[in-house]
T-cell receptor, first 110, second 115 residues
Framework: EDQVTQSPEALRLQEGESSSLNCSYT??????LFWYRQDPGKGPEFLFT???AGEEKEKERLKATLTKKESFLHITAPKPEDSATYLC???????????FGTGTRLTVIP | EAQVTQNPRYLITVTGKKLTVTCSQN?????MSWYRQDPGLGLRQIYY???????DKGDVPEGYKVSRKEKRNFPLILESPSPNQTSLYFC??????????????FGPGTRLTVL
């Protein structure tokens, strides 16, 4: 069973059209949940770490939230430069390894 | 400039020919890790290292070896590559903290093709 599931697989938005990406996880205890951005042909770039339910982090047009079973990455008034694949990863409590979801490919159309 | 470097960036090889992909970081990070990225499967962790001389298996370690003799370097070794190891490989590092993967820095990737 996949430990991290992201939805949707792909999302097309008009510039300025806000939306949310979902990351659900099934680990029994969460040590940390991470959001990354990946541009084509490049390595992932760290965005946020969330540790506990109720926590929120913001960076420019992006806001990440966390519940006990899922995280959302909210994109407010996106611009074309926000187009990328957004990856979610989870570290389980007591473990040292990391599990990634397959990502959401976001396209923002001018 | 703080960075993680990988070499080579592209490699085409044949089945069974041993190869090494190098990874180096200049941020004095204790924690380093290798991932492979495949379409539909996402990023999967191969091996990680908590510090010099300390390594452990990730999710998909079969067919790979690593070593951590120096803090800055973490090479990935494929002793007998097979076509199913054709993939995009990423090295990453982070400063150890309460959460190991906080602000993990990734290298640019190595695209490996095994014929």
């Amino acid at each position: 069973e996949d430990q991290v599931t992201q939805s949707p697989e792909a999302l097309r938005l008009q510039e300025g059209e806000s939306s949310s990406l979902n990351c659900s996880y099934t680990v029994s205890g969460l040590r940390g949940l991470f959001w990354y951005r990946q541009d084509p042909g490049k390595g992932p770039e760290f965005l946020f770490t969330l540790y506990s339910a109720g926590e929120e982090k913001e960076k420019e047009r992006l806001k990440a939230t966390l519940t006990k079973k899922e995280s959302f990455l909210h994109i407010t008034a996106p611009k074309p430069e926000d187009s990328a694949t957004y990856l979610c990863a989870v570290q389980e409590a007591g473990a040292n390894n990391l599990f990634f979801g397959t990502g959401t490919r976001l396209t923002v159309i001018p | 400039e703080a960075q993680v470097t990988q070499n080579p960036r592209y490699l085409i090889t044949v089945t069974g020919k041993k190869l090494t992909v190098t990874c180096s970081q200049n941020m004095n990070h204790e924690y380093m890790s290798w991932y492979r990225q495949d379409p539909g499967l996402g990023l999967r962790q191969i091996y990680y290292s908590m510090n010099v001389e300390v390594t452990d298996k990730g999710d998909v370690p079969e067919g790979y070896k690593v070593s951590r003799k120096e803090k800055r370097n973490f090479p990935l070794i494929l002793e007998s590559p097979s076509p199913n190891q054709t993939s995009l490989y990423f090295c990453a590092s982070s400063q150890t903290a309460f959460v190991l993967y906080n602000e993990q820095f990734f290298g640019p990737g190595t695209r490996l093709t095994v014929l």
